[in-house]
């Protein structure tokens, strides 16, 4: 199987239960990861891995600095232990971000439950991504804050608005999917028909 076909259902039977659906899952990613796309899904793609990268470089160190610097009782470290903590934290995400880009791209074109499992948790990341960090970030822009508690009706309206996207995306995200993977498979029921026909 080429690469550019490597997204493309691995059966051509329905699959039904638990299974089932982690098959889905995992075609729907080797498509997302390595299939071809337009400009949309680049996009769609690439603004929450840019919040991804943002939150674990800037907002967990930063939360993790305030953390052992005024809320953790037991602590409270100066603030120059406090930063050189949140650096580390950040420098260890950072190796995170490394890791997670090098073992999906190695899980390219693989089966196997290993690389199936890269791909689930990959499709996680997104997932949480779109439907919990990027509303967390705009519902602290709108003024919220969990520590300490602020919880404004401007700041949950736009969480709730941010998630209700995220979630639109996931769809289209799915419906690009099915759309190309069904064009996929008629190119290549013709190539096959027009095969047997000259045999």
């Not at 690439?46 to 305030?66: C, E, G, R, S």
């Amino acid at each position: 199987m080429s690469a550019s076909a490597a997204y493309l259902p691995t059966t051509a039977t329905r699959r039904r239960g638990f299974r089932g659906l982690l098959g889905t899952v995992d075609d729907f990613m080797n498509w997302l990861l390595y299939g071809e796309e337009t400009w949309l899904v680049a996009v769609l793609k690439a603004v929450p891995l840019f919040f991804f990268m943002y939150f674990l470089l800037f907002y967990i160190p930063n939360y993790v600095y305030y953390a052992v610097t005024l809320y953790i009782p037991f602590l409270q470290f100066s603030k120059d232990v406090g930063f050189l903590v949140a650096n580390l934290v950040g420098g260890g995400n950072f190796t995170a971000i490394i890791v997670m880009v090098i073992w999906a791209q190695a899980a390219r074109g693989r089966r196997g439950f290993f690389w199936s499992l890269i791909r689930y948790l990959v499709f996680l990341q997104y997932a949480a991504t779109l439907l919990v960090l990027q509303p967390f970030m705009v519902f602290n822009l709108g003024g919220g804050s969990l520590i300490p508690p602020v919880f404004t009706f401007q700041a949950i309206g736009l969480g709730v608005v941010t998630a209700g996207l995220g979630a639109a995306t996931l769809v289209y995200m799915w419906l690009e999917y099915v759309r190309v993977s069904q064009r996929q498979a008629e190119a290549a029921a013709s190539a096959s028909a027009a095969l047997q026909a000259r045999a």
